[in-house]
Nanobody, 126 residues
Framework: QVQLVESGGGLVQTGGSLKLSCAASGRTFTFSMYTMAWFRQAPGKEREFVTRISWNDGRTYYAEFAKGRFTISRDAANKMVYLQMNSLKPEDTAVYYC?????????????????WGQGTQVTVSS
């Protein structure tokens, strides 16, 4: 059983910053074997890819809207993944989800990830 628990969401003004955390646990969960990703879902919209960090080489990938503003990082020793979000905009308002996938064929697609957290709400006020 793998569990992912997000934290760090909240209400922030336009231009502000937030750092989300994702704690991974589970007896069978070998952190280094999983690509870790962040997705988000706004009301009435589909879940969309934000960023991911590859299981094998640690390379990072970002959605266009996230480039230059968001940074993903991981702490393998403590099985943690982080999402630093800067220069936040009202359109960043969404529930943010942490996801884990074992060698996902397409790391930008939600269906390639087998484990999900419960999500954390991020609201950016204008």
């Amino acid at each position: 059983q793998v569990q992912l628990v997000e934290s760090g969401g909240g209400l922030v003004q336009t231009g502000g910053s937030l750092k989300l955390s994702c704690a991974a646990s589970g007896r069978t969960f070998t952190f280094s074997m999983y690509t870790m990703a962040w997705f988000r879902q706004a009301p009435g919209k589909e879940r969309e890819f934000v960023t991911r960090i590859s299981w094998n080489d640690g390379r990072t990938y970002y959605a266009e809207f996230a480039k230059g503003r968001f940074t993903i990082s991981r702490d393998a020793a403590n099985k943690m993944v982080y999402l630093q979000m800067n220069s936040l905009k009202p359109e960043d308002t969404a529930v943010y989800y942490c996801a884990a996938g074992q060698r996902p064929a397409d790391g930008n697609r939600p269906y390639n990830y087998g484990y999900w957290g419960q999500g954390t709400q991020v609201t950016v006020s204008s």
